[in-house]
């Protein structure tokens, strides 16, 4: 198996972020079917998706391609993102086995990953054990529910299976006389096998993973007006890292944040926003943003194409701040400062990342370049 440490724990870093360990429920003649699922899926045009099947391929684990799907807004049709998916129970197995031997050489601890995710991981190994069959059909389903604690509704889920209420799932499969608080017991079971993990024990490059998967670079151009607030006196830029993961990963948040040196940040719950159920860092001060890229560089650099060239752009600016080229000021040759600028609001709002959306982009292109025109009066 010609695979590294570094490359199983940036694989896991990518599960961490933007993986997901799913149960199919299928019914046969009243009895639940339990189908294990792993999925990664890429939500940035990134080469990220094919350096997965190429490593899943050399750990001898097929692995199926779904095609993205674009968002159709006149149709209320949210998009899907390309993903890859791996559903052989022989493969999970694999997959598992790796990400325990590495995390125990690793840490010394033999339940990888953190947060919900190590929780996930390890009821999926449950799923996939050969004791599974021992079970009732309640406690199947109610492995089941652990997973997906909000619904039984998503698009993991069969089409000939209802399911739009836990209680009506029940019916169908003709689960009666359940025993209350059976998912939560073995939930709590398993929970109590998990261990905390020393996060700085853990390889940077699972670190780098979450980053290409979640995180993202940002750099943010906003036209500053003079005192009178008459005319356009300036432009004004800054920097943001931010990094995005679901719910329940908040320790994955504080974990991060004492691997890179961070002062504590506060956690954004997008439930209160947008109704979305995720969370997120943003990391704005110049020091700290620097205390990211140094470490993303000490490790080698980010390997997913679009973030690579996100955090490359992110550095260059910061590094003209730093150079007092961007400084506020009203002084010095405006004339030089206007040109760089120039040169970083093409790349900014170049036209083909002109559908890419970001939390600090607040201008189009060509807005971007009318301010640089007058500036230039």
Not at 194 to 207: A, G, N, R
Request: with cysteine.
């Amino acid at each position: 198996m010609n695979i590294s440490l570094k490359e199983i724990f940036y694989f896991m870093g990518l599960t961490q972020s933007d993986g997901g360990f799913f149960v199919l429920v299928k019914s046969h003649e009243h009895e639940p079917i339990l189908k294990p699922v792993i999925k990664l899926t890429s939500f940035t045009n990134s080469n990220t998706l094919q350096q997965s099947i190429d490593f899943l391929n050399r750990i001898d684990v097929f692995s199926g391609y779904e095609q993205g799907v674009a968002s159709d807004p006149d149709m209320g049709e949210p998009g899907r993102a390309p993903s890859i998916r791996v559903q052989s129970v022989e493969g999970i197995n694999k997959i598992i086995s790796l990400y325990r031997e590495a995390w125990f050489k690793a840490t010394g601890v033999d339940t990888p990953l953190l947060a919900n995710k190590q929780r996930d991981l390890m009821l999926l190994a449950l799923v996939c054990s050969n004791n599974i069959h021992s079970y009732s059909k309640e406690e199947k389903i109610d492995i089941r529910h652990s997973f997906h604690k909000q619904s039984y509704t998503g698009p993991d889920l069969p089409m000939n299976v209802q399911t739009k209420s836990r209680a009506e799932h029940e019916r169908s499969l003709n689960i009666v006389g359940k025993t209350e608080g059976a998912a939560r017991d073995i939930v709590e079971n398993l929970e109590k096998r998990l261990k905390p993990t020393d996060p700085k024990k853990i390889p940077c490059d699972f670190w780098l993973g979450l980053l290409d998967g979640d995180g993202g670079f940002h750099v943010a151009c906003l036209a500053e007006k003079n005192d009178s607030r008459r005319y356009i006196s300036y432009l004004s830029f800054s920097v943001c890292v931010t990094l995005t993961l679901e719910l329940g990963s908040e320790s994955v948040f504080r974990a991060f944040e004492q691997v890179v040196g961070l002062k504590p940040l506060k956690i954004i719950d997008f439930r209160r926003t947008t109704g979305k159920n995720s969370l997120q860092i943003q990391v704005r001060d110049a020091q700290e943003v620097k205390k990211i890229m140094g470490f993303v560089e000490n490790c080698g650099g980010l390997r997913g194409n679009t973030k690579k060239e996100d955090f490359e752009l992110m550095k260059k600016t910061q590094n003209l701040r730093e150079q007092g080229v961007l400084k506020k000021t009203y002084r010095g040759d405006r004339g030089f400062q206007h040109a760089i600028m120039d040169k970083l609001l093409f790349e900014i709002f170049k036209p083909e990342q002109k559908s890419r959306k970001g939390p600090a982009r607040a201008l189009t292109y060509e807005s971007a370049m009318r301010i640089v025109r007058e500036l230039y009066r």
